[in-house]
T-cell receptor
Framework: DAKTTQPTSMDCAEGRAANLPCNHSTISGNEYVYWYRQIHSQGPQYIIHGLKNNETNEMASLIITEDRKSSTLILPHATLRDTAVYYCIVRGNTGTASKLTFGTGTRLQVTL | DTEVTQTPKHLVMGMTNKKSLKCEQHMGHRAMYWYKQKAKKPPELMFVYSYEKLSINESVPSRFSPECPNSSLLNLHLHALQPEDSALYLC???????????????FGSGTQLSVL
């Protein structure tokens, strides 16, 4: 699976949009971009995933660049409860794809 | 029911003890996973079960022994652990193995294990 690079930490004011970047320059054509988050003392929680097109659900939006080498997770109106570690994961659908391998993630701190 | 339930939430054990961690899901998922997470580190995959059979063992020491007695239940048996095995142990499930594009993992809240 392609390796991802994320900033170690980010801050965001409550009510503002949180934009979390992820670089995955070695992504291949059949690999998907997944985002999970982990709130302190809880298990990771699935947020969203995509292949080429931008995706939106009730939690967030995922913007993938046309060359697919990077993506951005957008939390449109961050709240204090969004404070968590956000993991960007690239995963294929063959071979070892049954593994979900976490990188170091971005620690998002939402403040008043 | 969309939950993965792990018990106990906290466990303290000595290096000579034998204990077990339990994980249960009633979503009809056929793939189940054990992850280990050290403090301030990402989760690391340990084992994957598919249809009650061990599919992946990430070279985990034999003092960790997984068991999947049925499709809803996953155990992790612990014996002769070391203090460095202290960590959060997370269980997860998915409808089937993560080969298809839409599959995602559902995680429990974990068992915080301390080995003295």
């Amino acid at each position: 699976d392609a390796k991802t690079t994320q900033p170690t930490s980010m801050d965001c004011a409550e009510g503002r949009a949180a934009n979390l970047p992820c670089n995955h320059s070695t992504i291949s054509g059949n690999e998907y971009v997944y985002w999970y988050r982990q709130i302190h003392s809880q298990g990771p929680q699935y947020i969203i995933h995509g292949l080429k097109n931008n995706e939106t659900n009730e939690m967030a939006s995922l913007i993938i660049t046309e060359d697919r080498k990077s993506s951005t997770l957008i939390l449109p109106h961050a709240t204090l409860r969004d404070t968590a570690v956000y993991y960007c994961i690239v995963r294929g659908n063959t071979g070892t794809a049954s593994k979900l391998t976490f990188g170091t993630g971005t620690r998002l701190q939402v403040t008043l | 029911d969309t939950e993965v339930t792990q018990t106990p939430k906290h466990l303290v054990m000595g290096m000579t003890n034998k204990k077990s961690l339990k994980c249960e899901q009633h979503m009809g998922h056929r793939a189940m996973y054990w992850y280990k997470q050290k403090a301030k580190k990402p989760p690391e995959l340990m084992f994957v079960y598919s249809y009650e059979k061990l599919s992946i063992n990430e070279s985990v020491p034999s003092r960790f022994s997984p068991e999947c007695p049925n499709s809803s239940l996953l155990n992790l048996h612990l014996h002769a652990l070391q203090p460095e095995d202290s960590a959060l142990y997370l269980c997860a499930s998915s409808p089937k193995l993560l080969r298809d594009s839409g599959e995602k993992l559902f995680f429990g809240s974990g068992t915080q294990l301390s080995v003295l």
